[in-house]
């Protein structure tokens, strides 16, 4: 009985070229089993406010200097900024909901265009709050509606 051996090389040569293509497309994939990819760390970020939605009326406050209107969330639960030109302090509990308590800050006149008060009062309503899929931070009132969102300005100083 003799055997044809032609066809014989044709599957070891497709073996062959199957195998790189594997290899190559793992490469590609990523690695973790699928995990998301570590997410956005709250804390030690420079967060800087950038507008506010009134969900109840509608109306969209945009923030001109968003670097005037910052929040630093530390990991101690303490938190520092700025509100236009003058500095913020206080502490925050991100369990159950999103708290924050102000505390000391400095109290000068920034001007009739400041949004110092608006941006204050903003935080003091914030009960709820986290990362949303874009990378920003929102900040979110229980019974006003209002809504902040803040975009991260970089690693804290």
Same mark, same amino acid.
């Given at each position: 009985?003799?055997?044809?051996?032609?066809?014989?090389?044709?599957?070891?040569?497709?073996?062959?070229?199957?195998?790189?293509?594997?290899?190559?497309?793992? *490469?590609?994939?990523?690695?973790?089993? $699928?995990? /998301?990819?570590?997410?956005? #760390?709250? =804390?030690?970020?420079?967060?800087?406010?950038?507008?506010?939605?009134?969900?109840?009326?509608?109306?969209?406050?945009t923030v001109a200097y968003p670097e005037n209107y910052t929040i630093v969330f530390g990991?101690?639960?303490?938190?520092?900024?700025?509100?236009?030109?003058?500095?913020?302090? *206080?502490?925050?509990?991100?369990?159950? $909901?999103? /708290?924050?308590?102000?505390? #000391?800050? =400095?109290?000068?006149?920034?001007?009739?265009?400041?949004?110092?008060?608006?941006?204050?009062?903003?935080?003091?309503?914030a009960r709820a709050g986290g990362l949303d899929g874009s990378g920003h931070l929102t900040?979110?009132?229980?019974?006003?509606?209002?809504?902040?969102?803040?975009?991260? *300005?970089?690693?804290?100083?």
């Amino acid at each position: 009985m003799r055997t044809d051996t032609s066809n014989m090389r044709r599957p070891s040569w497709f073996a062959s070229v199957s195998l790189c293509l594997l290899l190559s497309l793992a *490469g590609c994939m990523s690695v973790g089993g $699928g995990k /998301k990819p570590a997410a956005i #760390p709250l =804390t030690d970020i420079t967060w800087q406010w950038i507008e506010t939605v009134d969900q109840e009326s509608g109306v969209r406050t945009t923030v001109a200097y968003p670097e005037n209107y910052t929040i630093v969330f530390g990991t101690d639960g303490t938190f520092r900024g700025k509100a236009d030109c003058n500095l913020i302090g *206080g502490r925050y509990v991100n369990t159950e $909901g999103f /708290k924050i308590t102000p505390g #000391p800050s =400095t109290m000068a006149y920034c001007g009739e265009n400041s949004l110092d008060q608006k941006y204050l009062e903003g935080l003091g309503l914030a009960r709820a709050g986290g990362l949303d899929g874009s990378g920003h931070l929102t900040l979110e009132s229980a019974r006003s509606g209002i809504r902040m969102l803040f975009r991260n *300005g970089g690693v804290a100083p």
